[in-house]
C-alpha cells in the first residue's frame, strides 16, 4: 500500500476532466520544488499545488476538449506531461487534453472471453495497412473472425519518436501513437473489435522505457542504475520513492482496461523486471487486475513473456507466485524452428531433437533446470501443476522474425509442407496459439526492424547494435539499415496474396485447423500424453471421448507408424499430405486401423489428424 495521501490517491495520474467539466492536473515530480502548468494560448501559467511525496495538481476551468499543455519545472525546464494521453506532434512537443469519457461505446454488453479460447493474432499497426493506422485496421476485423481467431494483440503503441517503430522505444506509456491515430482512433478500433466478438491484447512495455524523448529522470527517480536492462536504465520498483514508480505503471495498466475496455495486456520482457521487495510488482499488478475486472463485471488477463522458464509468474500468491494468468513459451517455438530448418546456432544449440518438442509438449516448456549449452548454466524450474491454458506459443511473432538478419519469415526458410506442418503443431497443440499477421496465409515479405529516430547518435548506436546481435548466429547477411524508410516498407503485408496460390490454400488450412481446434475443445483443461516414435516424429493424444490424436512427422522421409498406442478404428480428421491441400498424397484414406501389420505410411513434414470412432 502505498503512503501516498488519501486525496492524492484518489486522483488520477495525467489531465482528467472531471464531472463538472473542469480539467484535474496531477504531475509526480519530487525533483522540482515547484511545478507549473503552461496551458498553451493562456499568458499566465498556472502555479501547481505541491502535495505530499512529491505531487503537484490544479484544477482549471474552460479548457477547450484540445487544448494542449507543458509542465514547467523549477529549473525553468517546459516538459511534456509523464502521463500524456496524446502527443500529438511527437515525443518533444506539449501533451494535449482527452476526455476519454466522451466516447460513446456500443460495446456495453461485451464480458471478454474465457482465456482458454484465446487465439491470438499479433498484429503491428504500422505494417498490416498502407495506411498504417487504426482506423485502416477495423475493416480487416471481419476476416480475422472468420478465420476463428478470438483476440487482436497489438505491438505496443505507447508514444514513440517519429512515425516508424516496433513500439519498444515507446516514452509516453499512456499516450496513444500519434501516426497511427491517437486515442479516438484506437476508441473506435477496440470498440469495433468486441463488435466483431473479438478481445483486444495489448503489447506494454514496464520494463524500460526508450532513451528519445524520455524525460521522466526531470520529474523523479523513475529509474535506478542498481540494475541494468540491455535496453537502458532498469525501472526503479524496488528502491527509493518506487511506491510512486509502482502507482505509475499499475495506473497505467488500469487506464488501458477501463478507459480503452482491453480485454488483455501482454508484459514485454519481464524477466527485465527488477523486484526484490516483499511483494513483487507482478504480483501486485495482477491484483489491481484483477480488482477492476470485479468492478467492471469483464475478463481481464495479463500475460507475460519470459526467458526464464520461471513457474512463480503463474502460480497463486498462495504458492509463492505471481498470479499471472498465462506466459509465452520460448521453448515451443524454439523446439519447432530447429526441427524445420536445422538451425543451431545462438539459442537454437538448446535445441534440434524431437525430445525437445515432446517435452515442451507435455509440460510448457523444455528446460526445467537442466544445463543450457546456450547460456552455459541450468536454466528453468518445474512447469508442474500449470494447465495448458497457461502457455502461449507459436512459431512465427515479431521477435523471432524481426530479430533475424534480414526478417525473413517462416515461409522463406522451410519447404510448403512444412510450412502446414508448423500450423497443425501450432493449433493442434494443448496450449493457446499464436498467429504472427500474415503466417496464416504464407506472407512471403519480411518483418525487419525499423526506426524513425531523430538523434543521429542514437541511430548510429541502432544500426551498430543490429550488426553485432546476430553475430552468436553467424547470420552474415547484410543487415537492413533501421532507420531506412524503405526497411519499414519492404515489411508490410501484402494481403491480396491471400487470393493466390499457394496463400490461397495456406490460408484454408488455418481456417480448417481453427476450426478443428474449436470443435475439439483443445486448450480447455483435458489431459493429453504425448509419445515419441523413432527421432523425428510423435503422436499427440487427447484423453475425452471420444479420443482425438495427432501424428506428427519431422522426417525428411516417409515413416511407417508400427504399434503406435491407437487400438481400434480411427477416423481422419485432417491429412496434411493430401492433395486437398497440394500435397502429395493421392491415395487419401476416411479411416484407419493401426493393428494392421502393414503400419500406417506418413508424409515427410506431414500431419494427421485422428478421432476413434466404434
Known amino acids: 500500500m502505498s503512503t501516498t495521501s488519501t486525496a492524492v490517491q484518489s486522483m488520477r495520474l495525467g489531465a482528467n476532466r472531471l464531472h463538472n467539466g473542469d480539467w484535474e492536473f496531477l504531475v509526480w515530480a519530487p525533483n522540482s520544488k515547484s511545478v507549473s502548468l503552461n496551458i498553451l494560448g493562456r ?38 506531461d509523464p502521463a500524456s494521453r496524446f502527443q500529438p506532434e511527437g515525443v518533444h512537443e506539449p501533451s494535449q487534453l482527452v476526455d476519454t469519457q466522451s466516447f460513446r461505446w456500443t460495446d456495453n454488453n461485451w464480458k471478454g472471453i474465457r482465456l482458454e479460447d484465446s487465439i491470438f493474432y499479433e498484429v503491428h499497426v504500422g505494417t498490416y495497412t498502407r495506411e498504417g493506422t487504426f482506423d485502416a485496421l477495423i475493416p480487416h476485423l471481419k476476416d480475422l473472425a472468420d478465420l476463428g481467431i478470438t483476440v487482436v494483440e ?24 500519434n501516426s497511427y491515430g491517437g486515442p479516438d482512433a484506437f476508441h473506435r478500433f477496440v470498440d469495433a473489435a468486441h ?69 488483455a495486456l501482454r508484459l514485454d520482457a519481464v524477466h527485465g523486471i527488477f ?19 470485479d468492478k467492471l463485471g469483464r475478463s481481464l488477463y495479463l500475460i507475460a513473456e519470459s526467458d526464464l522458464n520461471d513457474s512463480r509468474l503463474l502460480h497463486d500468491t498462495e504458492h509463492g507466485g505471481y498470479g499471472l494468468d498465462a506466459q509465452w513459451s520460448d521453448d515451443f517455438h524454439h523446439s519447432v524452428h530447429t ?75 522451410v519447404s510448403f509442407e512444412a510450412l502446414k ?10 496450449f493457446l496459439p499464436l ?30 547494435g543490429r550488426r553485432e546481435e546476430f553475430a552468436s548466429f553467424g547470420w ?14 519492404r515489411s508490410h503485408l501484402t494481403l491480396s496474396s491471400k487470393q493466390k496460390e499457394p496463400h490461397r490454400t495456406i490460408y484454408r488450412l488455418y481456417q480448417e485447423l481453427i476450426h478443428l481446434r474449436k470443435s475439439l475443445g483443445l486448450g480447455i483443461a483435458h489431459s493429453h500424453s504425448v509419445q515419441q516414435l523413432g527421432g523425428r516424429a510423435l503422436l499427440l493424444t487427447y484423453e475425452d471421448s471420444p479420443r482425438s490424436a495427432i501424428l506428427f512427422n519431422f522426417a525428411e522421409s516417409h515413416s511407417e507408424m508400427h504399434n503406435v498406442g491407437l487400438p481400434g478404428n480411427w477416423k481422419v480428421l485432417l491429412n496434411s499430405a493430401a492433395t486437398s491441400w497440394r500435397g502429395p498424397d493421392q491415395n487419401v484414406g476416411i479411416s484407419l486401423n493401426f493393428s494392421s501389420p502393414d503400419g500406417i505410411g506418413i508424409f515427410p513434414y506431414s500431419f494427421l489428424a485422428l478421432q476413434q470412432f466404434q
Open 43 to 80: 499568458n499566465d501559467p498556472v502555479r501547481m499545488l505541491a502535495q505530499p511525496h512529491g505531487y503537484h495538481n490544479a484544477v482549471v476551468g474552460n479548457l477547450p476538449h484540445d487544448a494542449r499543455y507543458l509542465y514547467r519545472l523549477e529549473d525553468g525546464r517546459e516538459l511534456p
Open 154 to 177: 497489438i505491438m505496443p503503441i505507447a508514444q514513440f519518436p517519429g512515425s516508424r517503430n516496433w513500439g519498444y522505444d515507446g516514452v509516453y506509456p499512456f499516450a496513444t501513437q
Open 195 to 263: 463488435a466483431h466478438g473479438l478481445a483486444v491484447a495489448l503489447d506494454v512495455v514496464y520494463n524500460h522505457l526508450g532513451p528519445e524523448g524520455n524525460y521522466l529522470s526531470a520529474f523523479g527517480p523513475y529509474f535506478t542504475g542498481h540494475y541494468r536492462t540491455p535496453w537502458g536504465d532498469a525501472i526503479n520498483y524496488d528502491g527509493p520513492d518506487s511506491d510512486e514508480v509502482r502507482r505509475f505503471f499499475i495506473e497505467n495498466a488500469l487506464y488501458w482496461m477501463e478507459d480503452l475496455h482491453i480485454d
Open 275 to 293: 523486484d526484490f521487495g516483499a511483494r513483487h510488482f507482478l504480483a501486485e499488478l495482477k491484483s489491481r487486475v484483477d480488482e477492476l475486472s
Open 339 to 413: 526441427l524445420l530448418t536445422g538451425e543451431n546456432r545462438g539459442y537454437y544449440a538448446d535445441f534440434g531433437g524431437i525430445a525437445h518438442l515432446a517435452a515442451t509438449l507435455e509440460g510448457g516448456w523444455c528446460y526445467r533446470g537442466q544445463y543450457s549449452v546456450h547460456r552455459e548454466r541450468r536454466h528453468g524450474n518445474s512447469p508442474q501443476g500449470l494447465a495448458p491454458s497457461q502457455f502461449v506459443v507459436c512459431n512465427q511473432n515479431h521477435d523471432q522474425v524481426g530479430n533475424r538478419a534480414a526478417g525473413d519469415r517462416l515461409s522463406a526458410l
Open 421 to 430: 506442418l508448423a500450423a497443425g503443431i501450432t493449433l493442434l497443440s494443448p
Open 435 to 464: 498467429l504472427f499477421m500474415g503466417e496464416e496465409y504464407g506472407e512471403s515479405a519480411p518483418f525487419q526492424y525499423f526506426t524513425s529516430h531523430g538523434d543521429h547518435d542514437l541511430v548510429e548506436a541502432v544500426r551498430r
Open 476 to 489: 552474415h547477411d547484410i543487415v537492413p539499415d533501421p532507420q531506412d524508410e524503405e526497411t519499414f516498407w
